[in-house]
């Protein structure tokens, strides 16, 4: 996306009455800015039991007190709280394209590059479908065939309805609202995110994502993910799309809790491919997530795999709790920055329990002038016998504008553990270049085959529909810097 | 006694406590401890410090009886004796050992290229007692060992040293470290490198149990010219090292390298930071640690390379062994690159020693104990075998031994 597509969405969003489409929605308006009375508008609106009203206005009070985390190597005005819509805008407020015709035609070919069916295209780029979407009907088949293995997959609105015992039981309990203001800010004002439920002893069929879920299209501001993998259970999740996604939210503040029981395994992929602003770092999305996994039986196991493309500011670090003996913690990222955006990135793995094991491996290639940091922390305590950690991140630089930062934090209190870093920095391989170049690829063909070399061991760890997608997605994100 | 009336009531013990400039500079620094308040949570350098020792101690400073001495040996070798901090003037054709002055201070403390945000060089200029400054000149190959003595109980030495290496001179510097009384020294040494000149720093750091060292340094290099240290740490006491190396022109080269041993309850901060600022520079920082019984360790290490500096080679590697398991080490190596033709990279391991190895050694007949020994020794054999003073290697090993007869 460029100005120009700012340009076209500015011009839709002064045009809002010409439709007329505001006054049937006005008593629903929300105001802006956040407050107590927000909050329990929020959960009237989403017809909320009285507990987790109270659960949210904690959450508020908590937030109140907290500064913002300053340590990430990241620079951004401050953030207005008070300037920012909390509970979904309504439709209407801003004017979405009629057709394909109206989107920018560069987004357009974004999507044709990803190979993206063209009744997805308009769901992607906002037009106004009216024909029902093929994906509902998918997502019925699907839906009959999880419950009938016991599987509960809705929103998290919908659980704290029907679930209240889950949702009581485990909801902040890997993140606790107070563990620092993003957290504190979703806890209080989440409006949307998926819920998952799998049975001991149930092995998920599909890939659960939220494709899939009904109602699902408007992805919210303040998402809340909650994934509970009881005894013995296995799920792979999907979070996002390779499709850059057009948002008008700048701020975005979502949670995510995985819990995984003794034998369980869960597996959480994410594309993440939001706005980047355009080529002179206006606009953008920033993104501040929070992302934690509880291994909390004995031989669990959870594994993230991200491959992060867009966003203004990045600021994520999915990270493991290794509570149970013999659990694993895995993670794969891939982070791509171009023109100016700046990603703050990584992941903490604190073992625990005896003999656990952590994997990761961190890409992060920086192009134009963005800012790529690895932040990552390992760190044993002093009952984690036999605990191993291996972790190696590689940054590439393309250009002399950019910069790429690693920052790993390692601390060990147990002398039976070993704990391993390899990290490394450098530009693209002259020699492989020249090689790429000599057998007839252009140039900008050679670097993307290089750098698609270069994520592999990543990209590799993604399911199958994901990583042919993905691949595409570092050679589109390449594009335009190299050269 | 908070700093700033500590600092007031002892004014007049102060080096250049009448100068205007250094007293506004020196309220600026109070401010910065006032607004901070050696806030532990947000500042990872200040981590394990027993920070009462440091804030609120008793300022304690005598100007020694017996002054330093000098000996001029054969060679072109200097042996110097340093009281209290202090070291009596000195001159001839090849060296120049003076009081340090005010101009060394602003020099100093106007160096922008510097990060001043370290709290214990702060402290260092705040209360400011004693240093020297030495200058080889020209086209000189100097060796010179400085023992480092304290006098009294209970004192606070707060050192500043100057060394200025001339043009195409070379500098073999011996600093030893080893007192027995309970005081507190915190040395900033602040090292200048002209073209084509070479410093060796060799710091041997023994003190016993109650004795605090607090020792930084920042080195600027400038064109063809090469920093080697070597940090060699059995002290019993609290150690820090912070090291700063700035590679300020082409060609220069700067190699930290460090070994601790640690034991009982003893705690050791230690930090290598390497600015790169121009082209085709090289850096290597490599420290090693093992730690025994309830002995903490930190260790930063970061590499900066500027926009400016391609061609530049930065190197990393920081090991560390745990013997026992109430022994916790922290390491954070950190890369902070912002030009494309560089060759960076960085490892770090933490663990116990190989259990395959101790196997393979037991099954030859050796004892567990032994065969710990042997490969503690091999850990650190590469850094011990690389001195090429005899008379230095000789001082180590026996100080290694006696770290080893401790190991149970």
Redesign the interface.
């Known amino acids: 996306m460029n100005s120009e597509t700012l340009n076209t969405l500015d011009s839709y969003s002064k045009n809002k009455y010409k439709y007329g489409f505001v006054t049937e929605i006005d008593d629903e308006k929300p105001k802006k800015g956040l407050n107590e009375d927000t909050i329990k508008f929020i959960s009237l609106k989403k017809n909320e039991p009285e507990w987790m009203l109270d659960w949210r206005l904690k959450a508020y009070s908590k937030w109140k007190k907290m500064k913002e985390p300053k340590?990430a190597n990241l620079s951004f005005p401050e953030i207005d709280y008070q300037d920012i819509y909390y509970y979904s805008a309504p439709k209407g407020f801003e004017k979405k394209p009629k057709d394909l015709s109206e989107v920018d035609p560069k987004l357009i070919e974004t999507y044709n590059k990803l190979g993206i069916p063209l009744e997805e295209q308009k769901v992607l780029a906002g037009v106004a479908v009216d024909v029902v979407f093929d994906s509902v009907s998918v997502a019925t088949t699907y839906k009959g065939e999880l419950e009938k293995l016991g599987i509960i997959f809705c929103s998290i609105g919908e659980a704290i309805q029907k679930h209240p015992d889950l949702i009581k039981k485990y909801l902040g309990s890997v993140i606790p609202p107070g563990d620092h203001s993003f957290s504190a800010l979703n806890s209080a004002v989440f409006t949307d995110g998926s819920f998952v439920y799998i049975p001991e002893g149930v092995k998920c069929p599909i890939e659960l994502s939220t494709y899939f879920r009904i109602n699902a299209e408007n992805t919210g501001q303040f998402e809340r993910t909650l994934i509970i993998a009881d005894k013995g259970s296995y799920v792979s999740y999907l979070e996002g799309c390779t499709a850059p996604k057009r948002d008008d939210n700048q701020l975005h503040a979502a949670n995510v809790e995985l819990i995984a029981l003794e034998d369980a395994e869960i597996k959480y992929s994410t594309v993440q491919n939001w706005y980047p602003g355009d080529e002179d770092g206006k606009g953008g999305i920033y993104n501040f997530v929070t992302k934690r996994g509880l291994c909390a039986g004995k031989n669990s196991k959870i594994s993230w795999t991200q491959v992060e493309t867009g966003s203004a500011i990045t600021w994520k670090y999915p990270s493991c709790i290794l509570k149970g003996d013999n659990s694993i913690g895995e993670f794969y990222s891939v982070a791509i920055t171009n023109n100016f955006q700046q990603a703050d990135t990584g992941t903490k793995m604190t073992h625990i329990g005896k003999n656990t094991k952590s994997k990761i491996i961190s890409k992060g290639i920086s192009l134009g002038k963005s800012q790529n940091t690895y932040r990552g922390e390992v760190s044993f305590l002093?009952k984690a016998d036999k605990a191993r950690n291996y972790t190696q991140c590689d940054?590439l630089?393309?250009?002399?504008?950019?910069?790429?930062?690693?920052?790993?934090?390692?601390?060990?209190?147990?002398?039976?553990?070993?704990?391993?870093?390899?990290?490394?920095?450098?530009?693209i391989n002259e020699d492989q270049l020249y090689y790429c170049r000599q057998r007839g690829l252009s140039h900008e063909e050679a670097v993307s085959l290089i750098v698609n070399g270069f994520c592999k061991q990543v990209l590799q760890e993604l399911p199958m529909e994901f990583a042919v997608e993905a691949q595409k997605l570092v050679s589109i994100s390449l594009e335009g810097s190299v050269g | 006694m908070n700093i700033q009336d500590n600092y007031l009531k002892n004014k007049k013990n102060i080096f250049f406590s009448e100068n205007k400039d250094i007293q506004t500079h020196r309220e600026k620094l109070i401010n910065i401890f006032e607004n901070d308040k050696f806030d532990k949570k947000?500042n990872e350098s200040l981590k394990n410090i027993n920070l009462k020792n440091f804030i609120d101690f008793k300022y304690k400073y005598l100007i020694p009886e017996e002054t330093s001495v000098i000996n001029n040996n054969q060679d072109n070798s200097y042996s110097i004796v340093s009281v209290n901090g202090q070291c009596s003037s000195f001159k001839d054709d090849k060296i120049e050992i003076t009081k340090i002055l005010d101009e060394d201070y602003n020099d100093f403390s106007k160096n922008d290229t510097i990060e001043h945000n370290d709290h214990f060089v702060n402290l260092n200029s705040l209360f400011l007692n004693c240093g020297f400054k030495i200058v080889i000149k020209k086209n000189n190959n100097i060796k010179i060992k400085i023992s480092n003595i304290i006098t009294d109980d209970d004192l606070t030495i707060f050192q500043k040293n100057n060394y200025i290496c001339e043009e195409g001179s070379s500098l073999n510097l011996i600093e030893e470290y080893e007192n027995k009384n309970n005081s507190t020294s915190n040395v900033l040494n602040v090292i200048k490198l002209e073209k084509n000149s070479q410093l060796n720093h060799f710091l041997i750091q023994d003190n016993s149990p109650n004795h605090n060292l607090i020792i930084t340094s920042h080195s600027s290099c400038k064109k063809d010219s090469t920093f080697n240290q070597k940090v060699y740490n059995f002290s019993e006491g609290y150690v820090r090292n912070f090291h700063y190396s700035e590679l300020m022109e082409t060609n220069s080269e700067a190699d930290l390298q460090g070994i601790f041993f640690l034991k009982d309850n003893n705690i050791s901060n230690n930090k290598t930071f390497v600015k790169h600022l121009a082209e085709d520079c090289k850096s290597n920082q490599v420290y090693k640690g093992i730690l025994n019984d309830r002995s903490k360790a930190t260790y930063f290490s970061n590499t900066h390379v500027d926009?400016a500096a391609?061609k530049t080679e930065g190197y990393q590697l920081s090991k560390?062994i745990?013997?026992?398991?109430n022994?916790?080490?922290?390491?954070?190596?950190?890369?902070?690159?912002?030009?494309?033709?560089?060759?960076?990279?960085?490892?770090?391991?933490?663990?116990?020693i190989d259990e395959n190895a101790i196997f393979y050694l037991r099954s030859r007949g050796m004892s567990k104990i032994a065969a710990t020994k042997i490969l503690i020794s091999s850990f650190i054999n590469e850094e011990l075998s690389s001195i090429d003073n005899e008379q230095m290697s000789e001082i180590i090993q026996k100080k290694l031994v006696r770290y080893l007869s401790k190991v149970k």
Do not use: M
């Not at chain 1, 630089?397 to 870093?421: F, M, R, W």
């Open positions: 340590w002093r940054s630089l393309v250009g002399n504008q950019c910069g790429a930062h690693t920052v790993p934090y390692i601390d060990s209190k147990n002398n039976t553990a070993v704990i391993e870093h390899e990290a490394s920095t450098s530009k | 947000n926009q391609q560390g745990l013997l026992s398991d022994a916790s080490y922290f390491s954070k190596p950190e890369l902070k690159i912002y030009a494309d033709d560089v060759k960076c990279s960085h490892g770090s391991t933490i663990g116990p």
